[in-house]
């Protein structure tokens, strides 16, 4: 079992930078690809990003260029830096881990609100 816990979201204007964070505890060893996902109010929750545990990534084309997932197998947490944020970038920013046998484990989420 994996337990996630996300961190880093708050209210930042457009055009600034927020990184979000993912500390993953419990049986880490088995975790294979990590990844961001979001909500926003009304609509289905969304790939953003993800990670292997080989470091090849995956991003949505609504981020690319704007946002970097990254791992720090050490200290057991995935980041999500998010530069030139936009409104449409508003959005419960939820971390996801899935293991090496396949099963999901998600975070509780974290508010990212983008103001024009």
């Known amino acids: 079992q994996v337990r996630l816990v996300e961190s880093g979201g708050g209210l930042v204007q457009s055009g600034g930078s927020l990184r979000l964070s993912c500390a993953a505890s419990g049986d880490i060893f088995a975790i294979n690809t990590m990844g961001w996902y979001r909500q926003a109010p009304g609509k289905q929750r969304e790939l953003v990003a993800t990670?292997?545990?080989?470091?090849?990534?995956n991003y949505a084309d609504s981020v690319k260029g704007r946002f970097t997932i990254s791992r720090d197998n050490a200290k057991n947490t995935a980041y999500l830096q998010m530069n030139s944020l936009k409104p449409d970038d508003t959005a419960v920013y939820y971390c996801k881990a899935t293991m090496i046998w396949r099963r999901d484990y998600w975070g509780q989420g974290t508010q990212v609100t983008v103001s024009s």
């Open positions: 990670i292997t545990s080989g470091e090849s990534t």
